[in-house]
């Protein structure tokens, strides 16, 4: 069993950053690939990042691309998003989740565990 914990979300002007931090309890989240979803009121959840079990290979969902820099410290149980020069589009609750498989990483049903999702405002 695996407790995702995600923080730092709010409200904050286009071209700004922020950085989300996802806690994991346990003592195997280094067996666990990573993710970031978000989901915007109205629209699916959708995928926007994900890392592998060491942090030594990423994925971006294209639009996020040289903006969102996710990384993770598994001495700390920690997954982050850095995401830099925000835009309005991207403003919506941003989830951490847990796989222990990570073959589909894009793929909302490879994984296991899911936080609680912390909300990110971009206003233009």
């Known amino acids: 069993q695996v407790q995702l914990v995600e923080s730092g979300g709010g409200l904050v002007q286009a071209g700004d950053s922020l950085r989300l931090s996802c806690a994991a309890s346990g003592r195997t989240f280094s067996s666990y690939g990573m993710a970031w979803f978000r989901q915007a009121p109205g629209k699916e959840r959708e995928f926007v990042a994900a890392?592998?079990?060491?942090?030594?290979?990423?994925y971006y969902k294209d639009s996020v691309k040289g903006r969102f820099i996710i990384s993770r410290d598994n001495g700390k149980n920690t997954v982050y998003l850095q995401m830099n020069s925000l835009k309005p589009e991207d403003t919506a609750v941003y989830y951490c989740a847990a796989s222990i498989r990570f073959g589909a990483y894009r793929s909302r049903t490879e994984y296991d565990y899911w936080g609680q999702g912390t909300q990110v405002t971009v206003s233009s």
């Open positions: 890392i592998n079990r060491s942090g030594g290979s990423t």
